[in-house]
């Protein structure tokens, strides 16, 4: 089992940038593809992108392609979202989740779920 934990949210102006970390218990944190997934206030569950388990294959919804960059470090049980040129539009509670399958970017195939970090961007 792993526990997620989402930190580095807040309130951020347009065009700026903020990096978004994941913090996973355990030491099978390396056997798990990661997910960034994001919650806008009214809306469904977003997929923003998700992460191989040695993180040498990223693939990214095509609303923050090119601005948003995932990363992990196995080696501390992170996983990261940097996320650059911010608008409105990408105002929303963030989660970090895993499963141990990868490419299914769907939010049923996640397994383990953070509790989320709020971002709000403010034009």
């Known amino acids: 089992q792993v526990q997620l934990v989402e930190s580095g949210g807040g309130l951020v102006h347009t065009g700026d940038s903020l990096t978004l970390s994941c913090a996973a218990s355990?030491?099978?944190?390396?056997?798990?593809?990661m997910g960034w997934f994001r919650q806008a206030p009214g809306k469904e569950r977003e997929f923003v992108g998700g992460?191989?388990?040695?993180?040498?294959?990223?693939y990214y919804s095509d609303s923050v392609k090119g601005r948003f960059a995932i990363s992990r470090d196995n080696s501390k049980n992170t996983a990261y979202l940097q996320m650059n040129t911010l608008n409105p539009e990408d105002t929303a509670v963030y989660y970090c989740?895993?499963?141990?399958?990868?490419?299914?970017?769907?939010?049923?195939?996640?397994?383990?779920w953070g509790q989320g970090t709020q971002v709000t961007v403010s034009s």
């Open positions: 989740a895993a499963k141990r399958t990868f490419g299914d970017p769907t939010a049923t195939a996640y397994d383990y």
């Open positions: 355990g030491r099978t944190f390396s056997s798990y593809a």
């Open positions: 992460i191989n388990w040695l993180g040498r294959i990223t």
